[in-house]
């Protein structure tokens, strides 16, 4: 059974740092892409980051400059490194993987809440 498993969220004061984690257990094969998704209340779920295996990274604009997506291929971890934090960031994120073959698979999703 593949599991995602997320953590890193909390509280945090505008221009602040947080690092999202999300490690993927179980047999998921290989890799098509990873990322990872916000949704703020009230709001639709957005792509912030995405990151496919072959390196290719894209961010959403507000996030550029800002955001990081990185992986770890030994520890089957995909991170987001978030810098200079705003109000606007608040929303719960979601990790996201997308294997070659088959469904799609989503975290439980983490809190992040910027403010002061």
């Known amino acids: 059974q593949v599991q995602l498993a997320e953590s890193g969220g909390g509280l945090v004061q505008p221009g602040g740092s947080l690092r999202l984690s999300c490690g993927v257990s179980g047999s998921i094969g290989s890799i098509y892409a990873m990322g990872w998704y916000r949704q703020a209340p009230g709001k639709q779920r957005e792509l912030v980051a995405g990151l496919t295996a072959s390196g290719t990274t894209n961010y959403r604009d507000p996030v550029k400059g800002r955001f990081t997506i990185s992986r770890d291929n030994a520890k089957n971890t995909v991170y987001l490194q978030m810098n200079s934090l705003k109000p606007e960031d608040t929303a719960v994120y979601y990790c996201?993987?997308?294997?070659?073959?088959?469904?799609?698979?989503w975290g439980q999703g983490t809190q992040v809440t910027v403010s002061s």
């Open positions: 996201n993987v997308v294997p070659n073959i088959g469904r799609t698979y």
